[in-house]
């Protein structure tokens, strides 16, 4: 009598299990804590629990009280993926296209901002650039704060990408069929590096919306973001709104992250 023989699923051994028991557990600890909050904002009264009901009240209260911040956050993000994009796909289409010493000097100045503690460089520009009209008490500034921070992750996204195609042979390519610059960039360089670019974007948009340190330096009471309001919310008022604050974040985030990605997969080649 024959057998069929033995699938990889059986012969997994206690090793498998072990590993997958420890990455449920790591996932278990930074995912419950995060639910756990969010499950407070919808609660009645956070101290009596889940006994005291489940109320959109504090969601409400959230929206009526700090909507101007979300919008702002969102406003200042997207603005920042805008420039991010104009400077940081130009700039690692240059540091591919000319690699060595200069470049790598170049590339690592500009993982400075993130190697400085946000609140130094937040510091940096007042002492810089806030004297330079009103933009100390514009969105502006903020913004300037933001593309430098995450300015870095653009390029080092797409700058992968170009490292890992021939680059040079697609363009002279293009190049030998008549394409100037300008058309080579846009049809063969772009959408080479697209899956890149999206991946860029999804770190930009992430860390610009939810960046705190150097940007309560640089708030003020007209230009308060979202995490500034959060923080704000969890210190002076009840523990669900906070509660409240936080799940609106994640109602807001969590869409586009998974747009981008899901663009991000359809920008990849089928093999």
Known sequence: MSTLPNTPADRRGWGFWLQLAFTLLVCAL???????????????????????????????EVLR???????????????????????GVPAAYALARRPGRIARLVEELLMMPVAIPGLA???????????VGDLRSSWLFILIGHVLF??????RAVLAVMGSIDLKTLEEGAASLGAGFLRRFA????????????????????????????TWLLHTPLT?????????SYASLRIEIGSAYTLVFFLMIVPSLI???????RGRPTV
């Open 30 to 60: 930074l995912t419950v804590p995060m639910v756990m909050s969010m499950l407070a904002g919808l609660t009645a009264n956070y101290f009596v629990g889940l006994k005291s009901g489940l109320t959109l009240r504090w969601v409400e």
């Open 65 to 87: 009280v700090y909507s101007g911040t979300i919008l702002l956050s969102l406003q200042i993000a997207f603005a920042c993926l805008a420039c991010t994009l104009a400077l």
């Open 121 to 131: 460089t937040a510091l940096a520009l007042i002492v810089t650039y806030g004297g």
């Open 150 to 155: 995450t300015l870095p992750f653009m390029v």
């Open 187 to 214: 049809t063969v360089v772009l959408p080479n590096c697209r899956s890149g670019i999206l991946a860029g974007s999804l770190m930009v948009l992430t860390l610009s919306v939810g960046e705190f340190n150097l």
């Open 224 to 232: 308060k973001t979202l995490p500034v309001g959060l923080a704000d």
């Open 259 to 265: 747009l981008l990605q899901g663009l991000a997969k």
